[in-house]
């Protein structure tokens, strides 16, 4: 057995043996699930878009608290994502992307997940992607918890639900009560600040405002052999990365207000998109606003909720290149993105039957595309576009029996450029146990094509394709959950999907990159999860997911598809009140880049110390990460390639870094 799931599991039993006694007989005898989640977040909204019990939700779903991300030491989303069962990230430098259950493309941008903020559609309108890393707008500490659901969920919100839907529930001005300031410093003279105020002034209406501001150097000397013919292959101080945002919450009654904002900027150390190695002109810029508005009524007919929803994304990336004469010229993507979308859905209880009825609008009225030359000035060619979305969909939750629920649900989409698709959702769930639940689900999703995909071209390294289609995904789940006592939860669950007319980003034969529905892929697997909790304080989980994807016909390995992921991690109560040590451990096994070629797996283990109220309102925290400085590296996709045709192989992580953290409360 290697020796990393080895400390696994001894970091696992630990937790398990070391428990007194004492602390499993404080409480009585729980012999019910309702009982035993009863300390515990047991409900969830994003599955069926109604509050519903975790097992009673027609997906298999996890949650993460704000306790966990403060435990965990987590600093951006896709750390926490990463933590969790199935999930994986590939950090290529400028942005962190989010694999599930085998399957990331290279190249991709998060497009086959739909992230939502309260609900809200965080997915832009020009690349359709999802913001996972340092360029999601909210600070994680403003999270209450997050909701992650597996599985296809077209049949509820249309595209991007594709692998899965995570919804991130943010705090209210209640849970903050007064103020509070938080600071911390890191590695590659890394520091954020955050100050945030909120209550319920008027005993009716809740307001929350907070921003916060991100600033590092970065790793200031990172090598890539691939680009030796170039400063021997080093990027110089291209690493660096400054970012702030804004959220504020309003809620009065049946009325809610979310508002949105980041502006971000990163250095880009990779050479991508052709451009010249160790050039400081490199870099990614993205400004993110989002506006909702809600109603929310239960009223004596049905319950209603009205969402109106508007979503801007404009992103300023500049790329350093050579021209035909050898001389270098900065090339300069100017692009926007901006939607507007309306949701409206009635819940209604017919005997035994839970009925949703919904439909949604979204007008993406500017999809402009605009790359130009910088130095020398040289207009380029503006794009414009627009479409409209329209979906319908009907959901019933039918208890059959006191222990047997259908799920089931469709939904229909239009859009202007390929027409119709209609998927379904559908889910059995039997509880023949009080503590035990079965559940077995069959789904079908789509991922339209976005504006970037079917319309971007630069001339010089990549060009659009207008005939694209949607790509398909049919998913069949069986999964088995077990409690045990009043402290021990399990899920065993194997999943088989299949995914046609996948969208590959690709080298055409006049060179340049271009989407194309290319081949459709297999997918399958099994997941298993340990978890425990003592209300002494002590936690311990242990998931592990063996997943196998491979393209139909050629029987070739999908790239960027770990074929074993095993993940840890232990919490101990320190003898000082209120602090606790969380020592993490996630591993994942190889995988093939862009050229098929492998790139080794490695074990990464991450410990935090955390004490709460060590003076009166204040928390201080101190994390290591990568504990024992791992070498390793994610794979590199298509476009890692830079001005003198030199391809990436591989890109290299962080190596042991640390962070220290305050946050008072007043």
Request: proline content about 4%.
């Amino acid at each position: 057995m290697p020796c990393y799931v080895r400390t696994v599991l001894i970091l696992f039993l630990i937790v398990l043996l070391s428990v007194p006694a004492a602390a499993q007989g404080e409480q009585p005898p729980l012999d019910t699930i309702e009982q035993l989640m009863n300390t515990e977040v047991t409900t969830v909204t994003g599955a069926s878009k109604y509050q519903q019990e975790l097992t009673d939700a027609p997906a298999s779903v996890s949650i993460i608290t704000s306790d966990d991300i403060r435990k965990g030491g987590f600093r951006n989303l896709a750390e926490v994502l990463n933590s969790v069962r199935g999930f994986y990230t590939t950090y290529v430098r400028s942005y962190h992307n989010i694999g599930v259950r085998g399957f990331s493309p290279l190249g991709d941008f998060n497009t086959r997940i739909l992230l939502l903020v309260d609900g809200y559609r965080l997915n832009d309108g020009l690349y359709e992607a999802a913001p996972m890393g340092s360029d999601f707008p909210v600070d994680l500490d403003l999270i209450d918890r997050i909701e992650v659901i597996r599985g296809p969920g077209s049949s509820l919100y249309g595209t991007n639900a594709f692998l899965a839907v995570v919804n991130v529930i943010t705090r209210s001005g209640k849970d903050i009560r007064g103020g509070e300031l938080s600071v911390s410093g890191g590695s590659f003279n890394a520091w954020t600040g955050r100050a945030t105020g909120g209550g319920k002034p008027t005993g009716e209406a809740d307001l929350l405002f907070s921003g916060s501001y991100r600033d590092t150097s970065g790793r200031q000397r990172l090598s890539f052999p691939e680009y030796a013919a170039t400063n021997n292959g080093i990027a110089q101080g291209l690493d660096g990365e400054n970012s702030w945002d804004l959220l504020t919450k309003i809620a009065w009654k049946d009325f809610s207000l979310l508002l949105l904002h980041q502006t971000r900027d990163k250095a880009v150390p990779t050479a991508h998109y052709g451009t010249i190695f160790n050039d400081q002109g490199e870099k990614v810029g993205d400004r993110h606003t989002l506006a909702g508005l809600s109603y929310n009524h239960s009223g004596s007919w049905a319950d209603v909720g009205v969402r109106l929803t508007y979503n801007r994304y404009g992103v300023e990336s500049d790329y350093p290149n050579l021209d035909i004469d050898n001389n270098r010229t900065l090339i300069r993507d100017d692009n926007l993105g901006e939607w507007i979308g309306s949701d409206l859905l009635a819940t209604k209880a017919i005997g035994d039957h839970l009925l949703t009825l919904g439909m949604e609008h979204r007008w993406q009225f500017t999809q402009r595309l605009h790359s130009y030359v910088v130095t020398p000035p040289a207009v380029g060619p503006v794009l414009n576009h627009h479409s409209l979305v329209q979906g319908y969909y009907l959901q019933d939750e039918y208890h059959i029996l006191k222990q047997l629920i259908l799920n089931a649900g469709l939904r229909f989409d239009h859009y202007d450029n390929f027409g119709s698709t209609t998927n379904p959702r559908a889910a059995l769930i039997w509880k023949p146990l009080d503590t035990t639940v079965l559940r077995l689900t069959y789904g079908e999703a789509f991922r339209a094509p976005n504006a970037y995909e079917q319309f971007y071209g630069d001339g010089i390294s990549q060009k659009g394709n207008p005939d694209l289609k949607p790509e398909k995904v049919r998913t069949v789940e069986l999964g088995w959950e077990q409690y045990y006592g009043e402290n021990i939860r399990t899920t065993l669950s194997g999943f088989y999907t299949r995914i046609s007319d996948l969208l590959e980003q690709v080298t055409d034969t006049d060179g340049l990159l271009v989407f194309r529905n290319q081949r459709s892929v297999e997918s399958k697997g099994i997941e298993l999860r340990v978890e425990g909790k003592w209300e002494n304080g002590f936690s311990g989980r242990l998931n592990y997911s063996y997943q196998d994807s491979k393209y139909l016909g050629s029987n070739q390995p999908v790239s960027n598809s770990p074929g074993s992921l095993l993940k840890g991690a232990v919490t101990v109560p320190l003898p000082l009140k209120k602090s606790f040590a969380t020592l993490e451990s996630v591993y994942s096994s190889s995988r093939l880049n862009v050229k098929h070629e492998r790139v080794a797996g490695a074990a990464i283990f991450n410990l935090t110390l955390l004490n709460r109220d060590l003076l009166k309102g204040l928390d201080l925290s101190a994390s290591i990460y990568n504990l024992f400085d791992t070498r390793y590296s994610a794979p590199s996709g298509p476009e890692h390639f830079n001005s003198l045709n030199e391809t990436l192989r591989e890109i290299p992580q962080d190596g042991i870094t640390f962070r220290i953290k305050a946050t008072y409360r007043f």
